[in-house]
């Protein structure tokens, strides 16, 4: 008998989604656990999967529609059932052409049939394009020999344009950003840290804290250290504003910012002040994966009381990052470059890395951020109060 499939609890505060790909066509036979659709949220993608073994019989949700827990986004029939409807249908019900909701459209309004027009997307999958370019193709046969069509001057050919639905991790990104800047009160510090003391510590301990731990040895753990501490004095940077209450937080959850394809995440390190520093290093080693593979869950990103960002990877040397609310702090490392500094009445090259901390000036005191940015500068140029355990 028919089973509906329908949209499943998407975790904590996430009350929509946007169908993505979907990734099984109306009539293909589906193995019990088979991912049928994927499901955008604004904080990871879910597969949608088969409950039973089938067939996918009408889907009712299209690409790039919103939908809500409980939705039904198709049928699916068992195999008895699915075998039937076969024997009962023509064949050609069951081939239908996989295609975008804008091709479908496109096709309907210029009377195409999608079964004769080659698919380029993912899995075959006709596009937009593929249906404009099948309605050029044809046109230019048709015409009189009397009257070629004049090609279009080289300058025009080549100012070509290329629309794609935005994500709903890119939509929510947006909303995000935009929202911190209307609501908080943001202000960005900044100060510079001599790395020269943690260089060298990995340098001479990194080979025997890989064998003992099986990780590497890399900045973030000493930076996340050096956070705790600074959070540790100056705990309004640990805090959120709920309604007319300031909430601090004795606990440090630490969000580690990670590039993806989609957008930047936010994968959480929880109760990072109980950990040590190999520990912190196989953590965020596991969650960076997880954002490679595409395999976070929401539980990875709820919360973060505070949040580190390193633009240094991509070689930026100094930047603003916003916050990420209801956080009210944000670290933001650099790339380390070689610079002449000047120390003891004496110019050295010194690897040096700026560090700007962005805050919400509602609940922190422009003293209290460049305390606490000190605070972090004097760990980083002087590890030796984190290094208890390496």
Not at 349 to 363: G, K, S
């Amino acid at each position: 008998m028919p089973v509906d499939v329908r949209v499943p609890v998407l975790g904590e505060s996430v009350v929509e989604a946007t169908v993505g790909a979907w990734l099984k066509h109306e009539g293909e036979a589906v193995e019990a656990g088979e991912s049928l659709v994927q499901l955008e949220t604004e904080k990871v993608n879910v597969d949608v999967a088969a409950d039973q073994a089938g067939v996918l019989g009408k889907i009712s949700r299209q690409e790039g529609e919103t939908v809500h827990p409980g939705d039904v986004l198709a049928v699916m029939d068992d195999t008895a059932s699915a075998e039937k409807k076969i024997d009962e249908s023509p064949s050609v019900e069951m081939e239908r052409p996989h295609a975008s909701p804008v091709a479908r459209r496109v096709a309907e309004e210029h009377g195409v049939d999608l079964g004769k027009v080659e698919g380029t997307g993912t899995g075959g999958r006709v596009t937009r394009e593929d249906v404009e370019r099948h309605l050029g193709t044809p046109a230019a046969a048709e015409r009189p020999a009397t009257t070629p069509s004049p090609a279009p001057p080289a300058a025009l050919a080549e100012r070509s344009e290329t629309r794609r639905r935005m994500s709903r991790r890119r939509l929510t990104i947006a909303q995000r950003l935009l929202e911190a800047q209307r609501t908080a009160a943001m202000l960005t510090t900044f100060n510079e840290a001599d790395m020269s003391a943690i260089m060298e510590i990995r340098a001479r301990r990194r080979e025997a804290f890989q064998r003992r731990h099986g990780v590497g040895l890399g900045f973030m753990s000493f930076f996340t250290r050096a956070v705790i501490g600074a959070l540790q004095a100056f705990p309004a940077l640990n805090s959120e504003i709920r309604g007319d209450e300031i909430v601090e937080k004795h606990y440090y959850d630490i969000g580690i910012a990670v590039g993806a394809e989609g957008g930047l995440v936010v994968p959480v390190v929880r109760d990072a002040d109980r950990k040590s520093f190999a520990e912190l290093e196989r953590e965020i080693a596991q969650l960076a994966e997880k954002v490679r593979g595409n395999t976070l869950t929401l539980d990875d990103l709820r919360g973060g009381t505070f949040t580190i960002t390193n633009g240094g990877v991509y070689g930026s040397l100094m930047s603003t990052p916003i916050l990420s609310p209801p956080q009210v702090g944000i670290l933001g490392m650099h790339k380390i470059q070689q610079r002449p500094i000047a120390v003891d009445g004496q110019v050295v090259i010194r690897p040096m890395m700026y560090l700007a901390l962005t805050y919400d000036h509602r609940i922190v005191d422009g003293r209290e951020a460049v305390q606490f940015l000190v605070r972090v500068k004097e760990l980083v140029e002087d590890p030796t109060a984190l290094l208890l355990d390496l």
